[in-house]
């Protein structure tokens, strides 16, 4: 088949979307498609912005190109699922959130503080309606999201989970030793929480140490957040790093943390799994709690620093306690999260 992939793309930024959408299109190819990426950029400030793009997708006809048919499109989030195709797959990664679950957040919550934001919010409800229900099937990347679409549109949907680079190739290599860092790699943004961790560390009492990998705005007051608490000893900030040195830090972390506000999934938690590494997380995380059961794979703790600092305690001076949960983690993403081949055929059944 010729299959069509849409996608809204930030300029100049990368994240678990476009690993999301690189990894089907490869699968795709693999399986014999002929397959391309139609793509936009995306910027949702002001709030008008995000009408003139859920209007340019809307608009594209994506029936045929260069006078050959394109036989699928697979759309993947806000606002490309809005294109309109006689067969379109949605695989929703999220919706714009801060138009549902996110409207009322004194802190993430952006669009509402706009004059026209609920204007603007009122008219994504209208457009996800229509350009969801149009859809032959959709899928979701976790279950969380899936019940969010359900709350927020009243439509139904297959989750369908899929495994990050990284999970596939630390799955391929046996974990490490437990050495002493915590590790929480993700893009350096309020909603992900890295200050939460930070403030954690004011409280450790064991010999851990929280390694910080990423990039992102939120870098500089992160920065000073651990200059101000007297931790640069004991947090570090490594910036982005190649993957094999992530792999490495992965595979001999003492644990890992990620702590996210209401995560749609969460790269991060099938790989510290696939790490045999324990996953800490919070009790309003969304996707990773999916995973993750508290006292089995890792540990489920308020998002509360004395609290994630009281995990990390008892798994630095319990490692035999942090191994078992690790290996139960690996076992748990190898039955549950399926290899890409698997994907492939689900999306396309």
């Known amino acids: 088949m010729r ?113 026209d934001g609920e204007a603007v919010r009122d008219m994504i409800h209208r457009a996800d309606r229509v350009g969801l229900s149009e859809a032959k099937r959709i899928f979701t990347n976790s279950a969380n999201v899936r019940d969010r679409l359900r709350r927020s549109v009243g439509l139904s949907a297959d989750v369908l989970y899929h495994r990050s680079p990284l999970c ?16 929480f790699p993700s893009r350096l943004e309020p909603l992900k929480r890295q200050s939460l961790a930070i403030d954690a560390m ?40 190649p993957d094999e040195d992530l792999i490495e830090l992965y595979r001999t972390a003492l644990a890992v943390f990620y702590g996210p506000y209401d995560e749609d999934y969460g790269y991060v938690t099938i790989e510290a ?22 006292g089995e794979s890792g540990r489920v703790v308020a998002s509360e620093p004395r609290a994630i600092a009281r995990a990390i305690d008892a798994l630095h001076e319990g490692r035999d ?3 078992r949960m690790g290996a139960a983690g690996r076992s748990l993403v190898e039955a549950r999260v399926p290899p890409w081949p698997e994907v492939a055929r689900r999306l396309l059944s």
């Open 3 to 115: 299959i069509a992939v849409c996608h809204p793309q930030t300029p100049f930024t990368r994240g678990g979307a476009e690993m999301h959408m690189e990894g089907m299109v490869r699968a795709l190819r693999a399986d014999g498609h002929d397959v391309d990426v139609v793509t936009m950029p995306f910027k949702w400030y002001p709030p008008s912005e995000i009408v003139h793009q859920m209007a340019s997708w809307r608009s594209v006809d994506l029936s045929e190109a260069n006078g050959q048919r394109i036989d699928m499109v697979i759309a993947l989030k806000f606002p490309a699922y809005l294109v309109a195709h006689e067969r379109k797959v949605v695989w929703l990664i999220h919706q714009h959130r801060t138009a549902y679950e996110l409207w009322d957040h004194p802190e993430y919550g952006d669009l509402r503080l706009h004059e």
């Open 202 to 241: 004011r409280h450790v009492r064991s010999g851990a140490r929280l390694v910080l990998v990423g990039k992102g705005p939120g870098e500089d007051a992160l920065r000073r957040r651990i200059a101000e608490a007297g931790l640069e000893d004991r947090v570090e900030l490594a910036g982005p790093v």
């Open 321 to 323: 306690e942090a191994a």
């Open 273 to 294: 799994m696939a790490a045999g590494r324990p996953l800490v997380t919070c009790t309003d995380s969304g996707g990773p709690l999916e995973l993750v059961r508290d």
């Open 168 to 183: 596939e190739a630390l799955l391929e290599i046996e974990p490490g030793p437990h050495g002493d860092h915590v590790l």
